[in-house]
Every structure is written in structure tokens, then in C-alpha cells.
């Protein structure tokens, strides 16, 4: 995957590609599953802090809020579209271009990873656009997140989903050779 942009998301989606390609993957299925709990954490996180937000007389300082606490959720949000980025470099695309040793055949790898990858340029983009967002401030973000949806939880629900496409095939595929 080429990118034309030096921006902070790509550079951090480089980064993790780059660190991957010093320790590859000898299967895939178990780094997606990673991943994909990797963006549940970040959701159950918004998720509290979004408690927090609602319920500030609830919490005592410091307390913890998912992965993060109540003095540094404002940071957590800011990093998350470029741990996003990462993520999809260092573990989503390489594990499904390491699925071959879950079972998938090399046809069925490459049509995904096209889509994977072509999806991942259009979560890219997202990611800077969310990245920018943030820098600029974040009250708006823990307004949308009290009101009960914001840019980052549709983001990562777009990872997730992303994600999930190799995992399904994964068990279509395991499906259909138990019933062989």
C-alpha cells in the first residue's frame, strides 16, 4: 500500500507495517482476533468514559475508565485514530495475508486482502480526518459521546467491520471442510 501524504495516521500505519515486517506472522487468525479485541477495548473505553461524562459525581479522581482514567481521557481519545492506523498495518493486513496457514487458499487470501487494503486506505483517511478533529478540540467529541455516538466509535466500528470480513471467511471456511 503506497501513500502519497506524510501525515501522522499514515505514518503511524507505516510504522506498524514496517515493525511487522521485522517479526511476520507464521498464521493470521489469532492476530485478527487480537485486533478486533484491540477495538473492543477502544469502544468499552468510550463507552465509560461516556458514564463518566454523564455521571461526573459517580467517579473519584483518577478512576479508571476502560483502558484509560479520568485525568487522561482526553489524551486516550486524541491517540486513538492514530493507534487505529497502527493497527491496521502492524496486524489487520498482515494476518490476512497470513491466513494461509488458517486454511485459506491463496485465491481466497489475495481477494481479501484487496478489499481489506482498499478499505484501509479509505479508513486512513478517516483516521486523519478524526486526528485533525481532535488536535483542534476536544469538547466537541465528549459532547457526541454523551449524546451516545460520535466520529471515533463510527470509525472503529469501520475497523471492526473491516476485521470481521476475514474472520467470517475463516469460518465459512472452517465450516466447509468439517462438512467434507
Known amino acids: 500500500m503506497r501513500h502519497s501524504r506524510e501525515t501522522p495516521c499514515y505514518k503511524a500505519f507505516i510504522a506498524g507495517q514496517q515493525a511487522r515486517a521485522r517479526s511476520p506472522l507464521s498464521s493470521g487468525a489469532y492476530k485478527l482476533k487480537e485486533a478486533n479485541r484491540s477495538i473492543h477495548h477502544y469502544l468499552e473505553s468510550i ?19 476502560g ?9 486516550y481519545l486524541k491517540r486513538m485514530p492514530e493507534g487505529v492506523a497502527e493497527l491496521l498495518g502492524y496486524e489487520v493486513l ?61 470509525l472503529l466500528d469501520d475497523a471492526q467491520l473491516l476485521i470481521e470480513s476475514p474472520l467470517g471467511l475463516l469460518k465459512w471456511n472452517e465450516r466447509k471442510i468439517t462438512r467434507s
Do not use: M, W
Not at 117 to 137: A, D, F, M, P, T
Open 94 to 154: 498482515p494476518a490476512i495475508l497470513a491466513l494461509g496457514a488458517d486454511g485459506l487458499s491463496q485465491r481466497e487470501i489475495r481477494s481479501e486482502y484487496e478489499i481489506a487494503e482498499e478499505r484501509s486506505l479509505i479508513l486512513l483517511k478517516n483516521c486523519e480526518v478524526q486526528y485533525h478533529r481532535l488536535r483542534s478540540g476536544i469538547g466537541g467529541e465528549y459532547q457526541d459521546i454523551k449524546r451516545g455516538y460520535s466520529n471515533l466509535v463510527a
Open 47 to 65: 463507552y465509560a468514559i461516556r458514564e463518566y461524562l454523564l455521571n461526573q459525581r459517580k467517579f473519584y479522581k483518577g478512576a479508571p475508565l
Open 67 to 75: 483502558r484509560c482514567t479520568t485525568y487522561d481521557k482526553a489524551t
